[in-house]
């Protein structure tokens, strides 16, 4: 009796690949699209929501970082031999534990805390940006430090306006790099060794996102925490170890349904967790929802974060409006930052 053997089945990626269909490695952030699209997400997503006040909040801080990035001042950025020493080392060119930061940051940072503060009349947070604005540049300095390389003594109040600033920083830095040599035909950016973990900055990502593409097609991208750039994983892969085993996906609906697989299918947002090395990372899915933001649908389903951290899952990836001021585990040698969703 002879056998028929199974065919494997092929992952979107493979198909595409055979197919000879371009798919891009990386997505770099659109200046007039990023902080702008991602308010009008956290707006959405604030209606009805019990995390309201936070999101709306969430909201009028992407709103300044948008109007900021506009016009953001001139910055030092690495140099064409610089750049071509990363590539050859397989690293990010602009590392954020390591970079020595612009002092234009700061004061673009100061511009979108006053810019902000008449927009939070009366509520607590405004106090918080107030404050801010009155510290000194080695306080603003040893925050960003403390933030970006994921060590204890962060002041939480402060935590996500000098994330906020260092995010416009950071993605300002990417696009000005590309703009420098990606018109000439020198591709500043490309793979690094850890693919986990950005190809630009060498941050952690906040979530993962399938994004669609003109064709209909969808792959998966992991998105940047600090800078925006996203960068492609293959689906059904563990974004901290890689193994393809023990991959599950959880979504709100299904765990208050009893994981009823038929709410699982429809979920835009999911946990994939890895029973391989016990962490996850959100999955938004834009194929069933095309408003969906990595940060902003993150935040409003932080009541899953919760709920795979009580099942004993770590997360891989950061969301930098939610950290948490307590010493973290360190990380796997590359120096990226730690810090912890709150919980």
């Not at 918080?128 to 960003?144: F, I, P, R, T």
């Not at 060794?193 to 994004?211: A, E, H, I």
């Not at 389903?301 to 770590?314: H, K, P, R």
């Amino acid at each position: 009796m002879s056998v028929t053997k199974a065919t494997p089945l092929l992952s979107p990626e493979e198909i595409a690949v055979r197919s000879g269909q371009q798919m891009p490695y990386l997505h770099l952030p659109v200046r007039a699209e990023l902080f702008a699209t991602r308010e009008t997400r956290l707006r959405e997503l604030a209606a009805g929501h019990a995390m309201r006040d936070f999101l709306l909040f969430a909201a009028e801080l992407a709103r300044v970082q948008h109007e900021v990035l506009q016009d953001y001042p001139a910055v030092a950025l690495p140099g064409g031999d610089d750049l071509l020493a990363a590539g050859r080392a397989a690293q990010a060119p602009l590392p954020a534990p390591l970079w020595p930061r612009d002092p234009a940051w700061r004061a673009a940072l100061r511009r979108m805390l006053e810019l902000l503060a008449p927009r939070l009349s009366g509520s607590p947070a405004q106090a918080a940006v107030q404050d801010l604005l009155a510290a000194s540049d080695d306080h603003l300095e040893g925050q960003a430090e403390l933030l970006l390389q994921g060590a204890a003594g962060l002041d939480m109040s402060a935590a996500p306006l000098v994330a906020a600033g260092l995010q416009v920083y950071w993605s300002h830095m990417v696009l000005a790099v590309q703009q420098a040599h990606g018109a000439a035909r020198q591709e500043p950016f490309g793979r690094t060794l850890d693919v986990t973990l950005c190809p630009c900055c060498g941050s952690l990502p906040t979530s993962s996102v399938t994004r669609l593409d003109a064709g209909g097609s969808n792959f998966r991208y992991l998105n940047c925490s600090l800078c925006s750039t996203q960068w492609h994983m293959v689906r059904v892969k563990c974004s901290h170890c890689q193994s393809t085993k023990g991959i599950h996906y959880h979504s709100l609906q299904a765990l208050a349904t009893d994981g009823a697989q038929e709410d699982t299918a429809q979920a835009s947002v999911q946990a994939e967790t890895c029973d391989e090395c016990g962490h996850y990372l959100k999955i938004v899915r834009m194929e069933r929802d095309l408003h969906v933001d990595p940060v902003a649908d993150d935040v409003a389903t932080l009541t899953l974060d919760i709920l795979v951290s009580e099942a004993g899952y770590q997360p891989h990836g950061v969301n930098l409006l939610l950290l948490t001021g307590g010493e973290e585990e360190p990380s796997d040698d590359d120096g990226a930052s730690s810090q912890s969703r709150s919980n």
